[in-house]
């Protein structure tokens, strides 16, 4: 069955878009408005690290709103504290406050400060701080610290450490384990008549959206969120999921919700994976059967994910580290890390991994700034587009992202 029979369907569909993106745009606006006219702000410390000799804050509002501030003053961890600040925000125009502004801070003080359970839990498992700021960053999205923001973008993974498609899939796939057999029970006595795969999804796609709530909304992770509760809504409808068609609706409704994700880099690399994902199945079309050819899979795909994202992500972060090629190999690796840091934490034993972690951490990665060529990367863009109707074009972008890897390789070696 198609989504939309005819364009009357899509252009209701993407009237409906617009009037959502329109209203929330609207009220985002008016909270920008209050915001630069605000003397008094109450804001939550995201993260903190020193820049020269200062310190900068990064914070969010209750509005949603991000803002950056620096101090002076010898501050001790402010990370999760909340703050009420005197001062004033730099000039920052709308669409720049989309990402974030700038607040000078005449003078600020600390809030009577909610607990964090989750967090202090996770906390309570590690000495090291920088290990706990990377599973609370891996578990509840909360910013990662500097030092692994670095460590993880030379090796290309960064993407693993933002919680997206591959957390959200393994999370659900551990609920629907966790409540099938409890479900099975009470079916077999009280209602044989349900559908047992549909109403766990639902369960847990509101366990999911709970923890979207949690977690702040970050955009990797609605973007995954989105698909999956339209891909459920799409197979009760016995509706096409794997398709082109259903990543531009998810995309639709995502930005109409979220207006501030259109300038938002982790929300297009994010959709950007997608597409190519999509590609992957629709030119080789491999029918997954044994667990070799599940293996073989997942290797072509995640190379190609490699391959293909390099002219992009290059563009936007340049930096490259000369084996950044290991990133296939801990893409694959990563899911059955994060399954078992999961657990190790659930029984207390969280820490089980630190000391590998912090070896690698330490591990020298020197790297370059290279930037993708603006004449690599529009024609490899054009070729990507062209892509979704002509096979040539695909292999083209193959292609060019394994020459330019090439590339960079040996502007690392000059």
Aim: net charge positive.
């Amino acid at each position: 069955m198609r989504l939309f029979e005819n364009s009357v369907g899509w252009t209701i569909f993407l009237g409906v878009c617009v009037i959502v993106f329109c209203l929330m745009g609207w009220m985002r606006y008016q909270n920008f408005l209050t915001y630069i006219q605000a003397k008094h702000l109450n804001a939550k410390v995201l993260a903190q690290y020193t820049k020269g000799n200062k310190w900068v804050l990064k914070l969010i509002t209750p509005e949603g709103q991000i803002i950056y501030t620096t101090s002076k003053e010898d501050l001790k961890d402010l990370t999760y504290k909340e703050l009420s600040l005197y001062g004033k925000s730099m000039p920052c125009d709308f669409i720049q406050s989309l990402k974030s502004c700038f607040f000078v801070t005449y003078s600020f003080s600390l809030l009577p400060t909610s607990s964090t359970p989750l967090l202090d839990w996770v906390s309570s498992q590690h000495s090291d701080i920088l290990l706990t700021r990377l599973y609370q960053s891996l578990f509840f999205a909360t910013p990662l610290p500097k030092p692994w923001r670095e460590w993880s973008s030379k090796l290309h993974i960064s993407h693993l450490f933002a919680i997206s498609g591959l957390h959200l899939g393994i999370f659900a796939w551990l609920l629907y384990i966790l409540l099938g057999k409890p479900y099975k029970f009470f079916q077999a006595r009280y209602f044989t008549y349900r559908n047992n795969v549909f109403d766990i999804g639902a369960i847990v796609m509101v366990i999911l959206l709970v923890y979207a709530y949690i977690l702040n909304f970050p955009p990797a992770y609605v973007r995954a969120f989105v698909m999956s509760a339209v891909g459920m809504l799409f197979v009760w409808g016995n509706i096409k999921v794997l398709s082109f068609h259903f990543l531009f609706l998810c995309v639709c409704v995502i930005l109409a919700i979220f207006p501030q994700f259109i300038v938002n880099f982790g929300f297009w690399f994010s959709v950007s994976g997608v597409y190519f994902i999509l590609l992957f199945f629709k030119y080789f079309n491999a029918e997954i059967k044994g667990v070799y050819k599940i293996l073989l899979i997942a290797l072509l795909l995640n190379s190609a994910l490699f391959f293909q994202m390099l002219p992009i992500s290059h563009y936007i972060f340049p930096t490259f580290y000369l084996y950044s090629l290991c990133a296939i190999i801990l893409s694959l690796i990563f899911p059955l890390f994060f399954i078992l840091s999961l657990f190790a934490h659930l029984l207390g034993i969280g820490g089980v991994f630190d000391e590998g972690l912090s070896w690698a951490l330490d591990f020298s990665l020197p790297s370059k700034e290279i930037f993708t060529p603006f004449w690599v990367f529009y024609p490899y863009v054009f070729f990507c587009i062209l892509a979704l109707r002509y096979r040539s074009c695909y292999y083209a972008t193959l292609g060019i992202g394994g020459a330019f890897y090439i590339f960079l390789v040996l502007k690392m070696l000059r």
